[in-house]
């Protein structure tokens, strides 16, 4: 039961952050550069690394709660 506990906020964290990565990347190309251009190879990164990290601290978060 963890481990579903561990995915599912995974699969929102990390949805959230690419998101939210994403539209930065946008932002800061049009403005820095002129183009409109999406870094998808760090939006990816970026989402991948907070995923795993709000997963753990949630469900360590969780846990300590329980308890």
């Known amino acids: ?3 579903k506990r561990f ?3 995974f699969a929102t964290a990390f949805a959230v952050s690419l ?3 994403a ?3 946008l932002l800061g190309n049009i403005v820095i550069h002129g183009a409109s251009t999406i ?3 760090t ?3 970026f989402a991948a690394v ?3 990290i709000f997963s753990l601290i949630g469900t360590r978060r ?3 709660l329980c308890s």
């Open 39 to 41: 870094d998808w190879e």
């Open 62 to 64: 969780n846990k300590a």
């Open 19 to 21: 998101t939210v990565t």
């Open 23 to 25: 539209v930065v990347t």
């Open 7 to 9: 995915f599912s906020v």
């Open 43 to 45: 939006s990816f990164r």
């Open 1 to 3: 039961m963890k481990i």
């Open 50 to 52: 907070f995923g795993i």
